[in-house]
């Protein structure tokens, strides 16, 4: 594996799920495998669970985790080709990813939209900077338009929780939030649950929050939550802006939070959510509290997730 943005960068989802629980099994197996190697975290945006993951993991391998904060501790970076820096942003992207390819062995990113431009944000253009001009693997520590470690984590959460030889019944639910988000975790999860292509895959969400179809082709699309619902084996409960009348809120219905009514409709179905979670907006306490509820085993798994992409790049199979 030469980079991890998306899906596309997998060879074989089913393979690297295996390798993930597999370092779940035996977290130090390869413990040796990232000696005398560095990663690079960037995080031009807020985390908790992604930045602490991606160093345990990297720890996991014997691997050396630097983490900087370039969003609040870096120097402002342009991205702009032929950009005139007579403004705000100091460093531009193509001074300083080579010198961050010198200093490390893998660069790992996170960087957000600004959910002000559609082509802009979905031209990926600032993970792609990156790995233009650092010159070494890239892992996307979620990106613009897709959270694919987060997808990965998820896929692996799943496998290890439905053990019946049929397909399961996957329902991705858009939930209200109080401000616009991202339809990264949405699209990627969609992304992922078609490319794996072992589940009936429902989506689900008020009219005018369609996602890109690029994403979501495969899947079932309805605008009745309640129809979605049933039967189903895991809900993931999820907020996006629109991508339509983009990084708008279209609305704010709360009948679209998930509660143990709605559950009932289900298969006793596992609940997902990638967190953090606003409490009794997204989800009820009712829901996180109880016995449904895969959060913090699904946070938990982003270590193998991490752990997997990262051995793949360091020694990639043959
Ligand atoms: N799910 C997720 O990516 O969490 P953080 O934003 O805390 O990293």
Redesign the pocket.
């Known amino acids: 594996m030469k980079q991890f943005i998306s899906v596309h960068d997998v060879a074989n989802i089913n393979a690297l799920a295996k390798k993930a629980l597999a370092y779940k099994a035996a977290p130090f197996k390869d413990k040796n495998l990232g000696a005398n190697k560095r990663i690079g975290c960037l995080f031009l ?9 991606t160093q345990i993991a990297a720890q996991n391998l014997g691997m050396e985790a630097i983490v900087f904060n370039v969003g609040s501790e870096g120097w402002s970076l342009e991205f702009e080709e032929g950009a005139i820096m007579n403004g705000t942003t100091v460093e531009h992207v193509k001074d300083a990813a080579p010198v961050m390819g010198n200093y490390f062995d893998i660069l790992a990113i ?1 960087t957000f939209p600004s959910l002000k431009n559609r082509e802009e944000d979905y031209s990926e253009q600032t993970i792609k900077q990156f790995i233009k001009y650092a010159g070494i693997p890239v892992v996307s ?2 990106s613009a338009t897709l ?1 694919p ?2 997808s990965l984590t998820d896929v692996i959460t799943i496998k290890e929780t439905f053990w019946e030889t049929r397909k399961p019944k996957i329902v991705l639910t858009w939930a209200p939030h109080v401000k616009p988000l991202p339809q990264c ?1 949405a699209n990627s999860f969609s992304q992922w649950i078609t490319a794996w292509g072992e589940a009936d895959f429902v989506v689900t969400h008020p009219e005018g929050y369609e996602l890109d179809e690029q994403f979501t082709t495969g899947a079932t699309i309805t605008h009745n939550q309640d129809e979605a619902l049933k039967d189903a084996d895991f809900v993931y409960v999820k907020n996006w802006s629109s991508y339509k009348d983009y990084g708008q809120v279209l609305s704010k219905d709360t009948s679209w939070m998930l509660t143990n009514a709605k559950l009932a409709l289900t298969n006793k179905a596992k609940v997902m959510h ?3 979670v606003r409490r009794n907006v997204e989800l009820s306490d009712a829901i996180l509290d109880g016995p449904n509820s895969l959060v913090t085993q699904e ?1 938990s798994n ?1 270590v193998w997730a991490a752990q997997a992409v990262l051995s793949e790049i360091l020694a990639p199979v043959p």
């Open positions: 945006n807020p985390s908790m669970r992604t930045r602490l993951s996170r520590l979620e959270h470690l987060q975790v990638c967190l953090p946070a982003r």
